[in-house]
């Protein structure tokens, strides 16, 4: 039975009582990433090519990820979130750290070994045309991964298999022998989905997966995402830049900035009591759509431009842009941990809550 309506998309009366159902994240940790690092290396000469740097795309990034858990990564455009997503797919090596998925460590593994483990990991990419072969109708899309993993099959029935999925992402089975081209945005976001889906992940990597859509098909796929993972317990790793989905989804919220994690904890701390001012500034230029609360938030300019990521400020390579800076700020790095003014991780020296959004309009009648 189709999830969110019919293959026309349409959003599902049940949305509400699926947010509501949805189960509490296990203490099973299916995904262990500790001090992750990915070095890309800045070359010199045409023939004679020397290295002269390193562009520090992800630098000692930690985290756990459980079962039914979403994690939302969030941060500006290059700050390190979709290669972080591709070390986590194993489509990139790190350069150092450790990845474990279901307890297994993925670098060293050999082809065969990597193969069989990564149908545990399935990613959802940002643009859902250009993830789709155009040339292939959506039934050899959704089932392509059966070529490479013919024992995921159950039942020895393909195509009743894939409509089976193309029904649980919302989408009408009879539409198997059409091409992407003959469906809207949303519909092949959908597919996507459905491809992800086919070897029964126990994590999917979301890379921006609803940032290409609008924001009535967003609200549909965000449903369908959380009805997927009520249904079998899957893990989320959300990555986006849109701080209103991230909060809608996630569980905890990781922000990173030029490489690291900056801040990490539950929904409610990162979005009411941030702490690390890069964080508070993200959040102080989101839109507000209630005009009632106009003038009642802090409006937090930041000055200056994101360092490079080849050579980054030494200490807290936000503190050239952080009005809080001190000299320690360059002296000494600051760690991701739980700090005297602060009840979740920051990596701040002066971490401290700030509310900048103000909930309630003084000026209202009660």
């Not at 994690?261 to 989101?286: C, F, K, M, R, W």
């Amino acid at each position: 039975m189709p999830l969110l309506g019919g293959g026309h998309g349409q959003v599902s009366t049940h949305a509400a009582e699926v947010q509501d159902a949805t189960p509490a994240p296990s203490d099973e940790v299916v995904l262990e990433v500790r001090d992750v690092k990915k070095y890309f290396p800045l070359t010199q000469g045409i023939v004679f090519k020397r290295t002269i740097g390193h562009v520090k795309a992800v630098d000692g990034v930690s985290f756990d990820l459980r079962k039914g858990e979403t994690l939302g990564v969030v941060g500006e455009s290059g700050c390190g979130k979709s290669t972080l997503g591709r070390l986590l797919m194993g489509l990139e090596t790190p350069t150092d750290g450790s990845i474990k998925l279901l307890g297994r460590e993925m670098a060293g593994l050999k082809q065969k070994e990597m193969r069989k483990l990564r149908r545990d990991i399935q990613i959802v990419l940002q643009d859902p045309y250009s993830s789709l072969d155009p040339r292939m109708t959506v039934g050899d899309i959704v089932g392509e991964p059966y070529d490479l993993h013919p024992d995921a099959l159950e039942g020895g029935d393909r195509r009743k298999t894939v409509m089976d999925l193309l029904d649980l992402v919302g989408l009408n089975p009879d539409h198997i022998n059409r091409y992407p081209h003959q469906f809207s945005g949303g519909q092949r976001q959908r597919i996507g989905i459905a491809r992800a889906l086919t070897l029964r992940p126990r994590v999917l990597v979301c890379d921006e997966p609803v940032s290409a859509l609008d924001v009535s098909v967003q609200a549909q796929v965000v449903n369908l995402f959380e009805r997927l993972q009520s249904e079998f317990g899957l893990a989320y790793v959300f990555i986006a830049h849109d701080l209103s989905v991230v909060r809608h989804i996630s569980d905890r919220v990781m922000v990173m900035y030029l490489g690291k994690a900056v801040e990490l904890g539950n929904e409610d701390e990162i979005y009411s009591g941030p702490t690390h001012p890069y964080t508070q500034a993200l959040l102080s230029a989101v839109p507000l759509p209630d005009p009632r609360l106009k003038g009642r938030r802090d409006h937090i300019i930041l000055q200056g431009d994101v360092p490079s990521p080849a050579n980054p400020p030494s200490g807290c390579r936000f503190r050239t842009r952080c009005w809080q800076a001190e000299d320690v700020c360059a002296e000494e790095e600051p760690l991701l941990q739980i700090r005297d003014r602060s009840a979740h991780l920051s990596a701040c020296h002066f971490a401290a809550e700030r509310d900048v959004i103000h909930a309630v309009d003084e000026g209202q009648d009660a």
